[in-house]
């Protein structure tokens, strides 16, 4: 992995020297297994425990061996057995194969990267909580299909987004729960050089409990589920880091992540705040599934055992591991630091000439409406025809977007022209629909004679003191998200 997205404590837990002393440490749990079940002389796993814990892998020679002979085990045991007298040697690595010295290893490499990627998704966690809580009452537009829709809160899509980081995290705990489980039952998996008893005995030394059922190797299908819920959560802060690329663009952004002091976002372009880190995120997704799909390919083997999943584990299960966990940092980092232009989210609701509440307006034009021979489609088509007048565009820009500039020259002209003039003041749909002021729109097909007719039927509805209240308090963000009481509830006991 290249050296900007290691993490340390990852690349210590997947290093030679930490490997291969846990390979040291299953070769002394099976003999102190023997020993415990009164197979051996316990003074035999005294005498080569003290040995080995005197003289420390020399790595340097273990490489040089595996050099020579081709075979990374076989010269971790003769770097081990040249420390041991000749009596002791036979009850090293005795009736073992490599995988039974390998695979508990292996496992607990996997597990104890897990831990460390608890520890961060942890703290991700407890900085959604703390957005969620920060602007639970800072209202934004919510989208659909990249359009405006309903109001919600900033807080809430905080806590859309802690649910999703959560969903992944508990699929994770189940995932991982495989992981206590390991093997000490020989070249095909049929005990033919230990038996079960000791198989147990030296699992449970270890923090295991046996698999049955394997072959030279536990089966693949029980590590894939932990890489597709790595891989699962790198797409989920991918998803999320889309979130706030989209809210950053230019023009109004609502939020951005944090852009440093020294820090340059172009380098032809000096009024730019380029979203880097979360851009990156795509790039590390892409990866992470990468790395998944090669694990998960593990799978296969030939018969009791191929090698072929050697080589993809060495690489994959780290690298995954480092992509994860710098996503993970990365984006507590901007979501720690992630600037919230709450202004900017009033002035985007301000623009949608009360669109916001299209869905309320419907329903209640259609609940008050039907006494006075409103229909269900009387009640959608008058909202939408609202909302086309709304932002029906003026003369002039009209005649811009039927005749495009035939010359830079004249795009010159009217944009200076242009300049100075004042958009006139877009008229909400909450007003167009009470002052019954609809009007035919090219983009409806409905004539004049029917908007007539909706006009009269909205004079009618609207007669009493108390409609005008309560379509007064649709439009306010206090009732609209009302609801978001029961997800600070659910989500956060709050």
């Not at 109004?252 to 440093?260: A, C, D, N, S, T």
């Not at 002091?261 to 990156?280: A, L, R, Y």
């Not at 301000?350 to 006494?371: I, N």
Request: charged content about 25%.
């Amino acid at each position: 992995m290249n050296s900007r997205y290691k993490d340390d404590r990852i690349e210590g837990i997947w290093s030679n020297d930490n490997k291969v002393n846990l390979w040291q440490k299953t070769e002394l749990a099976v003999i102190q297994a023997r020993a415990n079940l009164g197979i051996i002389d316990e003074n035999i796993f005294d005498q080569i425990h003290k040995c080995l814990l005197h003289q420390p892998i020399d790595i340097a020679w273990w490489l040089a061996k595996e050099e020579e002979v081709k075979h990374d085990l076989n010269a971790f045991l003769e770097e081990r057995l040249r420390f041991l007298p000749l009596e002791l040697q036979p009850y090293f690595h005795n009736g073992m194969t490599s995988y039974d010295t390998e695979e508990s290893a292996f496992l607990q490499m996997i597990f104890d990267s897990i831990f460390v990627f608890d520890r961060h998704v942890e703290v991700l966690c407890e900085v959604l909580k703390t957005l969620a809580l920060r602007y639970r009452y800072t209202i934004m537009n919510g989208r659909t299909h990249g359009q405006e829709a309903q109001l919600q809160s900033f807080g809430k899509r905080c806590l859309t987004w802690l649910q999703s980081i959560n969903l992944t995290s508990e699929y994770l705990i189940k995932a991982r729960s495989t992981l206590r489980q390991s093997k000490l039952s020989g070249a095909i998996g049929n005990y033919g050089g230990l038996n079960h008893e000791v198989e147990k005995e030296a699992l449970r030394i270890l923090g295991f409990k046996p698999f049955y059922g394997a072959t030279q190797i536990i089966p693949r299908e029980l590590f894939a589920p932990i890489a597709q819920a790595l891989c699962q959560l790198v797409l989920t802060l991918d998803k999320i880091a889309i979130d706030i690329r989209l809210g950053a663009r230019s023009g109004r952004p609502i939020y951005q992540e944090p852009f440093g002091k020294k820090q340059k976002g172009s380098s032809v372009m000096p009024h730019k705040k380029n979203t880097i880190s979360t851009e990156q995120m795509k790039g590390m997704a892409r990866m992470a599934k990468s790395r998944f799909l090669s694990i998960q390919e593990n799978i296969e083997t030939w018969e009791e055992r191929a090698i072929e999943q050697s080589c993809v584990e060495r690489v994959e299960w780290p690298d995954l591991f480092h992509i994860a966990i710098h996503c993970l940092k990365t984006m507590i980092r901007v979501l720690g630091g992630l600037k919230v232009y709450p202004d900017n989210m009033l002035l985007e609701i301000e623009d949608s000439c009360g669109c916001y509440a299209a869905g309320e307006a419907k329903e209640f034009l259609r609940h008050r409406g039907a006494p006075f021979g409103l229909s269900t489609e009387d009640a959608y088509r008058i909202v939408q025809l609202s909302a086309f007048n709304a932002f029906e565009p003026e003369d002039w820009a009209q005649e811009m977007r039927n005749s495009p500039h035939i010359s830079f020259k004249e795009a010159d002209n009217d944009f200076f022209f242009l300049r100075p003039r004042k958009k006139k003041e877009q008229m909400s749909i909450k007003e167009i629909i009470t002052r019954r002021i609809l009007q035919v729109s090219p983009q409806l097909e409905a004539n004049q004679e029917c908007v007539d007719r909706w006009n009269n039927l909205l004079k009618t509805v609207f007669e009493s003191h108390e409609a005008i209240i309560m379509w007064d308090t649709i439009f306010k963000p206090s009732y609209l998200l009302r609801g978001e009481e029961t997800l600070y509830r659910e989500i956060l006991g709050e």
